[in-house]
């Protein structure tokens, strides 16, 4: 599976963007599938998570209530939308496939991972 984010941008805080995650060469639609983000000097962190029917999603507690994953399976896509970003929102994030079909937040359970897409939230 080749993984292709993309959305990313610049904003001002309290604005929102989406991003996209498309798979190709290979269908991911029964997995999950999981945003992370790295922001410069930190870890790269676990964001959300969504099973492979859309059916149960994840998140951690930073985004709760602002971001929102979706799939649509039809179009090989996954999104992220963000709303009420905050500076602390800026990184690079990066969509990645699990192995298997439920929501993880541990990177250890995803083995594909896409290139990142960067996204810049000034104050």
């Known amino acids: 599976v080749q993984l292709q984010a993309s959305g990313g941008g610049q904003v001002q805080a309290g604005g929102s963007l989406r991003l996209s995650c498309a798979a190709s060469?290979?269908?991911?639609?029964?997995?999950?599938v999981g945003w992370f983000r790295q922001a410069p000097g930190n870890e790269r962190e676990f964001v959300a998570s969504i099973s492979w029917n859309g059916g149960t999603t994840y998140y951690t507690d930073s985004v709760k209530g602002r971001f929102t994953i979706s799939r649509d399976r039809a179009k090989n896509t996954v999104y992220l939308e963000m709303n009420s970003l905050k500076p602390e929102d800026t990184a690079i994030y990066y969509c990645?496939?699990?192995?298997?079909?439920?929501?993880?937040?541990?990177?250890?359970?995803?083995?594909?991972w896409g290139q990142g897409t960067e996204i810049t939230v000034s104050s």
């Open positions: 990645a496939s699990a192995r298997g079909s439920g929501i993880s937040g541990s990177d250890y359970d995803y083995n594909y």
């Open positions: 060469k290979r269908t991911f639609t029964n997995n999950a």
